[in-house]
């Protein structure tokens, strides 16, 4: 049986179906990982439009749903904006920042069941991302990676010292000499690594002084990270555009 719910949810994925309709993937508030129907939002007239729009992937949305927790394929009756984007929409950097943070989500989140710290992280995420200058903006996906973690299980230790000042990425925290396997990074890296763990409210990434070159690396080095922590987390296709975009 059905009920009628209102939830928040962030959308991470719509795929176009039949000639006017969608199917979405959406985080929300109080179910978790769900996949939505929704019937004739993109008919040719104005209004029908318009309200496609709202179904872009890293939109925030407030939803009154059909749940039945025994069906896969979920119904919407009403949808609006939970939070409506000053400037992600417009900001080709920020744009391509939202973006790798819904693919991450994506291919880090495999069940429905709900967890509402890891939602309100990720909204909060987005809101900051909209609101951030451009330092702090070319810092977050850095940010991001190195906190998500935390919800699933394999959070990284800050153990930096001036002996351990290996970061193992197959175990998560600093060691005092470079592993045998080849899962580590050291230097300069490990130092960022361990800056960026200090980091707890997104505006003091603007006093991380960082170049493209070790962000493109670190970011290359969390993405390694991931997929030694969850199965099947591959490339993330959002990463190259990002880092031209940020370079």
Not at 150 to 175: C, I, M, R, W
Request: proline content about 2%; aromatic content about 12%; overall charge negative.
């Amino acid at each position: 049986m059905s009920q009628i719910q209102t939830t928040k949810a962030i959308i991470l994925r719509t795929v176009k179906y039949g000639e006017t309709s969608l199917v979405v993937t959406a985080y929300t508030e109080l179910f978790g990982l769900q996949t939505y129907l929704i019937n004739g939002v993109r008919s040719s007239s104005k209004k029908g439009s318009g309200r496609a729009n709202l179904f872009q992937p890293g939109s925030i949305l407030e939803l009154i749903v059909y749940h039945n927790e025994f069906k896969n394929l979920q119904r919407i009756k009403e949808f609006k904006w939970a939070y409506l984007y000053k400037t992600v929409l417009s900001d080709v950097v920020k744009n391509s920042i939202v973006l790798f943070m819904v693919e991450m989500i994506l291919k880090c989140i495999k069940q429905p069941e709900s967890n509402a710290d890891l939602y309100n992280f990720i909204e909060e995420s987005l809101i900051q991302v909209d609101s951030s200058n451009e330092k702090v903006a070319a810092n977050f996906p850095l940010y991001f990676a190195v906190h998500l973690a935390a919800f699933f299980g394999f959070q990284v230790t800050d153990n930096y010292s001036p002996t351990h000042t290996v970061f193992d990425l197959k175990e998560g925290f600093f060691v005092t000499e470079k592993t045998e396997h080849p899962y580590s990074i050291e230097g300069k890296l490990s130092e960022v690594m361990s800056e960026l763990l200090k980091v707890m409210q997104p505006d003091e990434l603007e006093q991380l002084l960082l170049n493209h070159e070790i962000r493109r690396s670190l970011l290359n080095n969390l993405q390694l990270f991931y997929g030694l922590h969850i199965q099947d987390f591959g490339q993330l296709k959002t990463l190259m555009v990002l880092q031209e975009v940020l370079n």
